[in-house]
Nanobody, 117 residues
Framework: QVQLVESGGDLVQPGGFLRLSCAAS????????MGWYRQAPGKQREFVAS???????SYADSVKARFTIYKDNAKNTLFLQMNSLTSEDTAVYYC???????????WGRGTQVTVSS
Protein backbone atom coordinates (compact mmCIF):
# COMPACT_ATOMS: atom_id res chain seq x y z
CA GLN A 1 0.00 0.00 0.00
CA VAL A 2 1.00 3.62 -0.45
CA GLN A 3 2.20 5.38 2.68
CA LEU A 4 2.01 9.15 3.02
CA VAL A 5 3.84 11.18 5.65
CA GLU A 6 3.10 14.89 6.09
CA SER A 7 5.43 17.41 7.68
CA GLY A 8 5.91 21.16 7.95
CA GLY A 9 3.00 22.15 10.17
CA ASP A 10 3.78 24.81 12.75
CA LEU A 11 2.53 27.78 14.74
CA VAL A 12 2.73 30.98 12.69
CA GLN A 13 1.45 34.54 12.99
CA PRO A 14 -1.26 35.94 10.72
CA GLY A 15 0.26 36.97 7.42
CA GLY A 16 2.97 34.36 7.74
CA PHE A 17 3.78 31.44 5.52
CA LEU A 18 4.48 27.70 5.66
CA ARG A 19 5.37 24.94 3.26
CA LEU A 20 3.84 21.54 3.91
CA SER A 21 5.38 18.35 2.55
CA CYS A 22 3.93 14.92 1.85
CA ALA A 23 6.42 12.13 1.21
CA ALA A 24 5.06 9.07 -0.61
CA SER A 25 6.45 5.56 -0.27
CA UNK A 26 5.79 4.78 -3.93
CA UNK A 27 6.68 6.56 -7.14
CA UNK A 28 4.20 9.37 -7.56
CA UNK A 29 4.31 8.77 -11.30
CA UNK A 30 1.97 5.86 -10.51
CA UNK A 31 -0.31 8.16 -8.50
CA UNK A 32 -2.72 9.94 -10.80
CA UNK A 33 -4.07 12.40 -8.26
CA MET A 34 -2.74 13.96 -5.07
CA GLY A 35 -4.18 16.64 -2.88
CA TRP A 36 -4.43 18.41 0.42
CA TYR A 37 -7.44 18.49 2.72
CA ARG A 38 -7.89 20.13 6.10
CA GLN A 39 -10.08 19.77 9.14
CA ALA A 40 -10.60 22.40 11.81
CA PRO A 41 -12.05 21.57 15.25
CA GLY A 42 -15.78 21.03 15.05
CA LYS A 43 -15.82 21.16 11.25
CA GLN A 44 -15.90 18.63 8.43
CA ARG A 45 -12.81 17.82 6.45
CA GLU A 46 -12.64 20.09 3.42
CA PHE A 47 -10.81 20.14 0.14
CA VAL A 48 -7.88 22.54 -0.16
CA ALA A 49 -5.98 21.78 -3.36
CA SER A 50 -5.19 18.96 -5.76
CA UNK A 51 -3.01 18.08 -8.71
CA UNK A 52 -3.17 15.32 -11.30
CA UNK A 53 -0.72 13.79 -13.75
CA UNK A 54 -0.22 16.30 -16.51
CA UNK A 55 -0.04 19.27 -14.19
CA UNK A 56 -3.67 20.34 -13.79
CA UNK A 57 -4.31 21.91 -10.39
CA SER A 58 -7.43 22.87 -8.49
CA TYR A 59 -7.94 25.03 -5.41
CA ALA A 60 -10.68 25.79 -2.97
CA ASP A 61 -11.96 29.34 -3.36
CA SER A 62 -10.80 30.17 0.15
CA VAL A 63 -7.14 29.54 -0.70
CA LYS A 64 -6.86 30.66 -4.32
CA ALA A 65 -4.04 33.14 -4.91
CA ARG A 66 -2.54 32.27 -1.52
CA PHE A 67 -1.71 28.55 -1.71
CA THR A 68 0.23 26.66 -4.36
CA ILE A 69 0.33 22.88 -4.79
CA TYR A 70 3.20 21.23 -6.62
CA LYS A 71 5.20 17.98 -6.81
CA ASP A 72 8.80 16.91 -6.93
CA ASN A 73 8.58 13.63 -8.84
CA ALA A 74 12.23 12.75 -8.26
CA LYS A 75 11.69 12.90 -4.49
CA ASN A 76 8.18 11.42 -4.55
CA THR A 77 7.00 14.41 -2.56
CA LEU A 78 3.95 16.67 -2.73
CA PHE A 79 4.12 20.23 -1.40
CA LEU A 80 1.69 22.93 -0.38
CA GLN A 81 3.08 26.46 -0.20
CA MET A 82 0.83 28.50 2.07
CA ASN A 83 1.14 32.30 2.08
CA SER A 84 -0.78 35.14 3.72
CA LEU A 85 -2.08 32.81 6.39
CA THR A 86 -5.06 33.76 8.53
CA SER A 87 -6.62 32.26 11.63
CA GLU A 88 -9.21 30.57 9.39
CA ASP A 89 -6.42 28.44 7.95
CA THR A 90 -5.88 26.80 11.33
CA ALA A 91 -6.52 23.07 10.91
CA VAL A 92 -4.96 19.66 10.62
CA TYR A 93 -3.82 19.27 7.04
CA TYR A 94 -3.97 15.83 5.40
CA CYS A 95 -2.29 14.51 2.29
CA UNK A 96 -4.34 12.35 -0.08
CA UNK A 97 -3.33 10.16 -3.01
CA UNK A 98 -5.19 8.06 -5.55
CA UNK A 99 -3.23 5.34 -7.27
CA UNK A 100 -3.85 2.90 -10.11
CA UNK A 101 -0.94 0.60 -9.26
CA UNK A 102 -1.36 -0.24 -6.46
CA UNK A 103 -5.01 0.61 -6.80
CA UNK A 104 -6.58 2.59 -4.00
CA UNK A 105 -6.99 5.85 -2.11
CA UNK A 106 -4.58 6.71 0.69
CA TRP A 107 -4.30 9.28 3.48
CA GLY A 108 -1.54 10.59 5.67
CA ARG A 109 -1.95 11.08 9.41
CA GLY A 110 -1.99 14.87 9.20
CA THR A 111 0.11 17.84 10.30
CA GLN A 112 -1.12 20.67 12.51
CA VAL A 113 -1.13 24.24 11.23
CA THR A 114 -1.97 26.94 13.77
CA VAL A 115 -2.21 30.59 12.78
CA SER A 116 -2.37 32.89 15.79
CA SER A 117 -0.85 36.09 17.11
Amino acid sequence: QVQLVESGGDLVQPGGFLRLSCAASESIRSIYAMGWYRQAPGKQREFVASTITGGRTSYADSVKARFTIYKDNAKNTLFLQMNSLTSEDTAVYYCNARSLVPKGEFWGRGTQVTVSS
